[in-house]
């Protein structure tokens, strides 16, 4: 079974303050999905990357996928609350899977 | 554009019983994707469809079916509820494997 671990776990910090979580697996993947997910709702898709080194940047978040494509980070700048949920990182097998690999998530929670 | 949309919103069931989660997209995806999520344990594949008259099993099948007689519609069957059953699932809808739309869920406790 291909993993994805997510680092840390759990994540408490100030508004205002930057931080950054990790994905990593020892398999690649063809591509690397990042979604939110907030108490009570279904994860929410914030980007998908795919090429390996790919940086894609959404405001306030931006997001790397690893060159050999077996890991992915995710950076916020200046955490505000909006931004407290549940990241999950989720990986597709290969071109055409179906199936996705989702990892146990990291639980961020941004204080005013 | 609702998107995908699952009902009931909560249910408690007693052991031995049985029910059907509801799931819809208006998105005319093909994909179509049942998960269940427990605490501190991620997203969990349960079973999948390619279109409408194709399902496949995923990583946790067992004591669920499923069917997709529309492209819109793929209801999730227990047939006989177990505790271990207890969870939340979530349907998802994609165009393309890899980019998935959940709906808000289902909150299944099984007594």
């Known amino acids: 079974t291909q993993l994805l671990e997510q680092s840390p776990q759990f994540l408490s910090i100030q508004e205002g303050e930057n931080l950054t979580v990790y994905c990593n697996s020892s398999?690649?993947?063809?591509?690397l999905q990042w979604y939110r997910q907030e108490p009570g709702e279904g994860p929410v898709l914030l980007v998908t990357?795919?090429?390996?080194?790919e940086v894609k940047k959404l405001k306030r978040l931006t997001f790397q996928f690893g060159d050999a494509r077996k890991d992915s980070s995710l950076h916020i700048t200046a955490a505000q609350p909006g931004d407290t949920g549940l990241y999950l990182c989720?990986?597709?097998?290969?071109?055409?899977?179906?199936?996705?690999?989702f990892g146990k998530g990291t639980k961020l929670s941004v204080i005013p | 554009n609702a998107g995908v949309t699952q009902t009931p919103k909560f249910r408690i069931l007693k052991i031995g019983q049985s029910m059907t989660l509801q799931c819809t997209q208006d998105?005319?995806?093909?994909?179509m994707y049942w998960y269940r999520q427990d605490p501190g344990m991620g997203l969990k594949l349960i079973y999948y469809?390619?279109?409408?008259?194709?399902?496949d099993k995923g990583e946790v099948p067992n004591g669920y079916n499923v069917s997709r007689s529309t492209t819109e519609d793929f209801p999730l069957r227990l047939e006989l509820a177990a505790p271990s059953q207890t969870s939340v699932y979530f349907c998802?809808?994609?165009?393309?494997?890899?980019?998935?739309?959940f709906g808000p869920g289902t909150r299944l406790t099984v007594l």
């Open positions: 998802a809808s994609s165009y393309m494997p890899d980019t998935q739309y």
């Open positions: 398999s690649v993947f063809s591509s």
């Open positions: 990357v795919v090429t390996g080194g």
């Open positions: 989720a990986g597709a097998r290969g071109a055409g899977s179906y199936q996705l690999t």
């Open positions: 998105m005319n995806h093909n994909y």
């Open positions: 469809s390619v279109g409408a008259g194709i399902t």
